[in-house]
């Protein structure tokens, strides 16, 4: 997943520790604390730098308005002649058992507007907020060309994700279950069945960090409350009436991020993956998507096989880098 999963929440009105309280102007530009009602901009300058990053406006003016609880969560941009150029996000990451350990989303800036400091900017703001709120230890996604940019301050590359593209024109076909297994749409099934399969499968997922804290609040928040889960497309699997697998659909206008999909490691080997995922594009397809973006750890190579199958292309890549915090 490019941003973690990617739910007390402070306003954005209220600065968070490290947040500028006042604009901060230098090089042509001011970095402020987000509003509400950048998120329009917001999602424009994504859609330049990262157009295969599905998270449409209302979403993210609610992850701006109500930070996910219990993180810490805030965020900044960066204005040049009152556009919005540059984004990124910082907070604790509540999912896993490593103690304090912080990461940053999504940091960038415009193209038209890059060598003038405002990166370095938007860093500095990340970097102060999580040292507030003592972090110890930070991650961030990196892509291939700005990786000088991320060991000049201080990061070590880690480990390679690759971000797929698959076309939904044809919309494939509705995939036939075997006779002990039931698919499902999200919306059939309590949310507390889900939030379970998801953290039995997220256990064991190849990463930096382990994902084995998932608390069902932040869970909500983060998936079952976003704005952009397609509940109806999102898919789960039942092997005699137990939750074995899903698949997780977000969705903005024709496009689609398939958010996670996961089986739960007693039902592994079966396949399950593979059909709860292509019963999902086939539901969003239906429902009007166009086509479908998911990322995979490059070392995962069970789920990239089933990409591969589904018909899925590579089209970016992007690295985790770690540093230390003094």
């Not at 509540?94 to 912080?102: V, Y």
Request: some cysteine.
């Amino acid at each position: 997943m490019t941003d973690p999963r990617a739910a007390s929440r402070p306003t954005a009105t209220v600065p968070a520790a490290g947040v500028p309280v006042s604009p901060r102007r230098a090089g042509g530009f001011a970095i402020r604390a987000a509003r509400p009602e950048d998120a329009a901009e917001v999602v424009a300058l994504r859609a330049v730098v990262h157009p295969y990053l599905v998270r449409g406006v209302e979403s993210t003016r609610q992850m701006i308005a109500q930070p996910p609880p219990g993180e810490d969560w805030t965020a900044w941009v960066v204005e040049s002649a009152g556009q919005v150029i540059g984004w990124a996000s910082a907070y604790r990451n509540s999912q896993t058992s490593e103690a304090d350990f912080g990461e940053i989303s999504t940091l960038h800036v415009h193209p038209e507007h890059r060598g003038r400091g405002a990166g370095t900017a938007l860093l500095t703001a990340a970097l102060d907020h999580l040292r507030a709120i003592r972090a110890r230890r930070v991650l961030t996604w990196v892509r291939p060309e700005s990786l000088d940019f991320a060991r000049r301050h201080g990061f070590t590359p880690s480990r390679e994700m690759v971000l797929s593209a698959l076309d939904l024109r044809p919309a494939p076909p509705a995939p036939e279950p075997p006779p002990e297994v039931r698919l499902l749409a999200a919306t059939e099934v309590d949310p507390r069945r889900i939030h379970a399969a998801d953290v039995a499968s997220a256990a064991d997922e190849p990463g930096d960090v382990p994902s084995d804290a998932i608390a069902y609040d932040s869970w909500r928040y983060e998936v079952w409350d976003n704005l952009g889960l397609d509940r109806a497309a999102s898919t789960v699997a039942e092997v005699d009436g137990e939750l074995a697998s899903f698949s997780l659909v977000k969705r903005d206008g024709d496009r689609m991020w398939s958010d996670y999909t996961g089986t739960v490691p007693a039902y592994r080997g079966r396949g399950l993956a593979r059909l709860v995922k292509r019963a999902a594009l086939h539901r969003a397809a239906a429902g009007g998507v166009r086509v479908a973006y998911t990322s995979n750890d490059g070392a995962n190579a069970p789920m990239l096989a089933v990409n591969t199958r589904l018909g899925y292309r590579p089209v970016a890549s992007q690295w985790s880098c770690l540093r230390d915090l003094a």
